[in-house]
């Protein structure tokens, strides 16, 4: 498309659709000095349709359903200093900071360099016009990376104060994602270092004052994150953890993921197709699957243990009905090993997932999830460590 008119209308149209049923709406837009550029990506994060748009109220609003909750967040690297003012007088109001490392060195192994003072530029600029919430988003087990240096990197995210600190583990699946052939393999940190560098950026993280939600997440005492997990009503869905117990989740661009009752759906891959089928009005959706009673009871279950690191029984044999033992006795034996290894403590009543369990979270879910326990043949998601 090159027509920026008609994509910026399609945009508007596709938002006021978005945000009249979800009530979190997320758009990443990487700005120039005079317009914006909306980008379209795909699963790996690469561009495959750009467009400038003027980046003014007039050609580019957001619009509200006006449910107080509502929130628009933009994911962006950095940009420009006016331009927060701008993004804010558009609507947005929370801002996640792209950051990686600040390590030049595994900048430059990674392709993406981005000064510390740039970021922190932008940063600053989103307090200064009033964007309610700020989060930096890391990533370990990228190469050259060791606990070292990753420390120099969270001293300098924890001087920064955002309210929130994502710190998310690199999957490196190069036969799924061309530019990471780029990356040195040999160049990539070994399993033990990554669980290193994880353990020490729980200590130090919340040390200085964040809470560890869970699953790389970190928040202040007073983020509605670390509330909501208090009072019991923290949720996590395809996309992370949210405050909105299981909204629907609409799918805005190619290749993304939608979820609508008890089913999800994702769009066209193709940028043609996908525009095709917006245009005649249509969904653009290519396939999609309908869950079973089976899905839905282990989806609650996963979800209440990466939630809260702990399961009550008797709270889902009344929410489902089921004998919890008899239901999943498989996957309970799936966890045999891992409580004899103390990462969590069982009794008759439920499961209480112990410190050294959290950092493996992911693996104690597993034990719930049928259809890795049915899979043949190599699994082709990335490692957990």
């Given at each position: 498309m090159t027509d920026a008119t008609m994509t910026a209308e399609r945009l508007k149209q596709s938002t006021m659709r978005a945000t009249a049923s979800a009530p979190t709406l997320t758009i990443g837009i990487d700005l120039g000095d005079r317009h914006s550029q909306a980008c379209v990506l795909d699963e790996a994060g690469a561009v495959v349709e750009e467009t400038r748009l003027p980046t003014t109220p007039d050609g580019f609003r957001l619009r509200f359903s006006g449910v107080p909750a509502s929130r628009v967040v933009l994911e962006t690297g950095t940009h420009s200093p006016w331009a927060s003012a701008l993004l804010r007088e558009l609507g947005f109001n929370r801002m996640s900071l792209g950051v990686q490392d600040f390590d030049e060195r595994v900048q430059k192994a990674v392709n993406r360099v981005q000064s510390e003072a740039e970021t922190m530029e932008t940063l600053e600029a989103a307090r200064a016009v009033g964007f309610r919430s700020i989060s930096i988003d890391l990533i370990y087990g990228l190469p050259l990376q060791n606990v070292e240096n990753f420390g120099r990197t969270l001293d300098k995210t924890i001087a920064a104060a955002p309210d929130r600190v994502s710190v998310f583990n690199y999957a490196h699946l190069p036969s799924r994602f061309a530019p990471q052939r780029r990356i040195n393999e040999a160049d990539l940190p070994p399993p033990?270092?990554?669980?290193?560098?994880?353990?020490?950026?729980?200590?130090?993280?919340?040390?200085?004052?964040?809470?560890?939600?869970?699953?790389?997440?970190?928040?202040?005492?007073?983020?509605?994150?670390?509330?909501?997990?208090?009072?019991?009503?923290?949720?996590?869905?395809?996309?992370?953890?949210?405050?909105?117990?299981?909204?629907?989740?609409?799918?805005?661009?190619?290749?993304?993921?939608?979820?609508?009752?008890?089913?999800?759906?994702?769009?066209?891959?193709?940028?043609?197709?996908?525009?095709?089928?917006?245009?005649?009005?249509?969904?653009?959706?290519?396939?999609?699957?309908?869950?079973?009673?089976?899905?839905?009871?282990?989806?609650?279950?996963?979800?209440?243990?990466?939630?809260?690191?702990?399961?009550?029984?008797?709270?889902?044999?009344?929410?489902?009905?089921?004998?919890?033992?008899?239901?999943?006795?498989?996957?309970?034996?799936?966890?045999?090993?891992?409580?004899?290894?103390?990462?969590?403590?069982?009794?008759?009543?439920?499961?209480?997932?112990?410190?050294?369990?959290?950092?493996?979270?992911?693996?104690?879910?597993?034990?719930?999830d049928a259809y890795l326990a049915t899979k043949q043949g190599a699994v082709g998601f990335s490692k957990v460590i």
């Open positions: 033990q270092v990554k669980l290193d560098i994880l353990q020490m950026t729980i200590e130090r993280l919340t040390t200085a004052g964040w809470l560890y939600i869970g699953m790389d997440h970190f928040a202040r005492p007073d983020d509605e994150l670390a509330l909501a997990q208090r009072n019991g009503t923290l949720y996590r869905n395809f996309q992370g953890y949210s405050t909105h117990a299981d909204c629907d989740l609409i799918g805005l661009g190619v290749t993304s993921i939608g979820k609508v009752a008890n089913t999800y759906g994702q769009n066209l891959r193709d940028m043609d197709d996908y525009m095709a089928a917006i245009d005649a009005g249509r969904l653009a959706v290519f396939r999609g699957i309908e869950l079973s009673r089976d899905d839905e009871i282990r989806r609650d279950v996963i979800t209440r243990l990466i939630c809260h690191f702990k399961l009550d029984f008797a709270e889902v044999e009344r929410a489902w009905d089921i004998d919890f033992a008899d239901y999943f006795a498989d996957s309970l034996d799936r966890l045999d090993t891992m409580e004899a290894d103390g990462l969590l403590a069982r009794d008759a009543r439920g499961i209480l997932v112990l410190p050294k369990g959290r950092l493996l979270i992911r693996n104690i879910c597993m034990a719930f």
